[in-house]
């Protein structure tokens, strides 16, 4: 996250890290992607986060990936499955979402604290200027590694034609997308924070609005940060989530 101030513990108790190590290897997970947990065997991600050779696992109810805290839970992924529609070009990656099982009995995988809680679906589209918050562990103005603690930043919805203008995404963007930030620049998510979430407040409730895509760079200006566009994909979500056990 660029431009962004540490997360309070509680504050964003959906986001997830999503972590790999080659497969049946005694090495250490580390960090790959940002997450969103939705259901306590559900998580969000983006579909390029997906990595089918190797082992996945789920980090929750932590601000800092390199001290263990009391309120962590770690949680294996059982199975991952990205849309069917996936597709990664040079200019944009489209559809880009995907959902991790965990593994789990009795339908409980994360148990549900203070540290720990699903974020709601979005249920419509949100008018462009709202603001909305993005976090994640990935890089900032400073370090290309990322940050050990959680951050947060304030971002806000922008049309999606100002988005498609020459002088910005030139007509990349499809409806599985959409752009939030600040077009002066400063502020934005980046590498590292891929598949975490973009919250807004719906209803009183929050929603996970948008997950972290793509974008070019991180922070310039007439470039803000892409987002998978959630609301479009509820019904696959459901689709997955609520299908009879095989
Ligand atoms: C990335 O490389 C990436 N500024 C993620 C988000 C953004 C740019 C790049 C948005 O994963």
Redesign the pocket.
Known sequence: I?GGLKVAPGAIPWQVSVQVRPKNSKQEFQHLCGGVLIESCWVLTAG?CIELRKDMQVLMGTLSLDTEEPSEQTVNVEEAIRHENYRETSSAVYNDIALLRLSGANGVCANETQFVKAACLPDALLPDGMECTISGW?ATETSNYGSNHLLEADVLLINQDKCNERAVYNRVLDDSMFCA?HLQGGV???????GGPLTCNQNNTHSVYGL????????RKN????YTQVTHFVDWIRSKTQAAPA
């Open positions: 660029f390029h990935g930030g934005d998510s980046c590498q590292g924070d891929s972290v895509s793509w974008g070019d760079q991180c922070g470039k803000p940060g892409v």
